[in-house]
């Protein structure tokens, strides 16, 4: 080990050896006074664990709760039975003070605090978990040879046709673009099928947004989507298969920083922990597959009814209960069905995968590969360019996508969505 030592606190605590010079940064959660000693509990924000630092008060006489200080002092084993090890600090400087109250109490509380929920050690968890499982999905896509592309925030369509998409306007200017109506994505769909004319397997996670007029506890404005576009499939098992192969590695993958996970517990509600715990129990086996008439058959021996060509909210948490399992929903009636989706006699070659807690996690589709076909159900002029891939060598292709938000609730047992997003934006709410 090095004679000096300058690092986030998690890695600080790994060293088991004295070091002489240690430095570190961050703020004080807890202090208490014995004799000429003020002891201080400080975290950075890298690990659910403090740090203890021995403060002589000759070098450092007032340090309040919530100020942010660089300590320099020798790292050696603890005099007191709590923790192995110790800082003892020779130099201490109080950067800033914190002027206001602790951030403390459940993720319902704090939500009205956007800016200051950073300093809760619970949301702190959550957002290092939530970088965990970015960086675990790019694993995942590279290693599987995906190639990761960028697709626009501002498109000519709106990809799912429900007339949910924030319209784009230049102020004294609405013809800023030219050539029609500009909006806000709801999806980069049909940007990746552009791009697998070229590149067989592409991948993104973006932004994506929907006008819904929802103040409910599953729905924002603004969202992460991871979307995958593949060419060259005709299988829609093999589509489902891809998924579920990201969901099982991810959840699996998600045992190294289990520490992480239980420092949630306080905070989360605990019959939501344990329908997150049924997504990474089921690793070990195929997750079920069922056709829509058999979803609906089996919801509606429960005295669901079905009405339409969908499930509603409360049906799908009911099969996912019904399966111990997230399950995957194929073959649902074309009629329902957006433009781009190939069908099969009245049936569209898709799959929804629903989910313990959230529901509807991921959809997607094999695509349809004849422009004619897809114009006699939609002809816009705005989607020219899309009808024209088919006409230069596209190949089959599918693809899906994941709402990443509630996948991250789903994982961790978040009731509420707004509480995975750093800054969440929903219906007459966008604060800073």
Request: hydrophobic fraction near 40%.
């Amino acid at each position: 080990m090095s004679a000096s030592l300058n690092a986030v606190i998690r890695k600080t605590l790994q060293a088991t050896d004295s070091i002489p010079k240690v430095i570190i940064q961050g703020w004080v959660v807890k202090e208490h006074r014995k004799g000429k000693l003020s002891f201080l509990h400080v975290t950075d924000g890298s690990t659910n664990d403090t740090l203890q630092v021995v403060l002589p008060r000759k070098v450092c006489r007032n340090v309040g709760i919530g100020s942010a200080i660089e300590v320099i002092g020798e790292w050696k084993p603890s005099g007191g039975k709590q923790q192995a090890m110790e800082l003892f600090a020779h130099e201490c400087e109080v950067l800033t003070v914190d002027s206001g109250q602790p951030i403390h109490g459940t993720f319902e509380n704090i939500r009205t605090k956007l800016h200051l929920r950073p300093k809760h050690s619970g949301f702190a968890t959550l957002l290092r978990l939530r970088s965990q499982v970015n960086q675990l999905t790019h694993q995942f896509f590279t290693g599987n040879d995906y190639v990761y592309v960028d697709t626009p925030l501002i498109s000519s369509n709106d990809c799912e046709g429900a007339g949910e998409a924030f319209e784009v306007n230049a102020p004294g200017d609405d013809d800023f673009f030219g050539d029609g109506k500009k909006f806000l994505t709801v999806s980069g769909q049909l940007h990746l099928e552009a791009l697998t004319s070229g590149l067989p397997r592409v991948y993104t996670v973006g932004t994506a947004f929907r006008a819904e007029r929802s103040l409910s506890r599953q729905h924002m404005a603004e969202f992460k989507m991871l979307e995958a576009e593949r060419a060259f499939i005709r299988d829609l098992d093999d589509l489902c298969d891809e998924v579920e192969s990201y969901v099982k590695y991810v959840a699996t993958s998600l045992h190294d920083v289990r520490g992480d996970v239980e420092g949630l517990a306080e905070f989360v509600d605990s019959g939501a922990q344990k329908d997150a715990l049924a997504l990474s129990l089921t690793s070990s086996k195929r997750f079920p597959r069922l056709s829509f008439t058999e979803a609906v058959d089996l919801v509606q021996s429960k005295g669901e009814k079905v009405v339409g060509g969908a499930l509603n909210k409360g049906q799908e948490l009911l099969l996912a209960e019904l399966c111990q399992s997230p399950v995957f929903i194929v073959e649902f009636p074309a009629s329902s069905k957006p433009f781009y989706m190939k069908t099969e006699g009245d049936k569209a070659l898709c799959f929804d995968l629903v989910a313990p807690l959230v529901g509807e996690l991921a959809g997607g589709s094999l695509r349809e590969t004849d422009a004619d076909k897809m114009r006699s159900k939609q002809d816009i002029t705005a989607l020219n360019w899309y009808y024209e891939l088919r006409q230069r060598g596209l190949p089959p292709t599918g693809g899906f996508g994941l709402g990443f938000d509630r996948f991250i609730q789903c994982l961790f047992g978040i009731p509420n969505i707004k509480d995975v997003a750093p800054f969440p934006r929903w219906y007459k709410h966008c604060q800073c």
